[in-house]
């Protein structure tokens, strides 16, 4: 078994949207920057074979930590926008372009946290991240 000495961080994994289990491979195939690709999810995880949605609407979850997200960029830039004196059209329009501006990230972020935090049994394991285990998809565990 080789030694797991540089395993990558949890946070960075997330933040690059890499599998809860081996972090190597990736979850999302396309760019957050490509307009009509950045919402395609993988379907399994490319290196290791982890499913990523293990039970059916299992990403409808995803949608309430968007919401929370999607709040909290509204409460930050309306806070932004009413310090800086400006007119209530000015602060109406620059949240809501904030908040279509910012879909893409929501959209993901929320599915990794899912994936992360709130899935107990999708643990980094670095015998996945190296190849020593993978799923077929005929014995992929949830
Ligand atoms: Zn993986």
Redesign the pocket.
Known sequence: MQVDSKAPSKLGSMMACK?P??R??KVFPNSVFDITGFSKTNDF?P??G?KFEHETGFFWGAMYVSYAFSTAFMIIFGIIAINNDWSWNKIVWTILISAIVLVPFSYRYSRILLLYVISPNRRYDSR?RFGELKDTGLNSKS
């Open positions: 599998c289990r081996c190597t491979g995880c290196n290791c982890l996945y």
